[in-house]
């Protein structure tokens, strides 16, 4: 499935759109939960402040991927 949609190809359907926020929501999940291992155990090293922007920012995309994904389930009747 692809991230975009053309201008020739038909509009992306609510399930596509709930699925695609849902994809986003579990690598956020998945790249977040990376993140605090690092952090966590100390190999992140000089570079905690970098993983620490890193996971506030995977944070806000699963903020994101949460609103998105329960405004088109609630569009969907």
């Known amino acids: 499935m692809p991230f975009t949609n053309g201008p020739f190809k ?6 596509e759109k709930i699925r ?6 579990a690598t956020a999940a998945v790249i977040a ?14 570079y905690k ?3 620490d922007m890193g996971l506030t920012a995977m944070i806000a995309v ?7 994904s329960l405004f088109y389930k609630t569009r969907k009747k």
Not at 10 to 15: L, S
Not at 20 to 25: I, K, L, N, P, V
Not at 33 to 46: F, N, R
């Open 10 to 15: 038909k509009p992306f359907t609510i399930e």
């Open 62 to 68: 699963l903020a994101v991927s949460l609103v998105g």
């Open 33 to 46: 939960l990376v993140l605090i291992m690092l952090i966590e155990s100390g190999y992140a090293g000089e």
């Open 20 to 25: 695609m926020f849902e994809r986003m929501g």
């Open 49 to 51: 402040n970098l993983a």
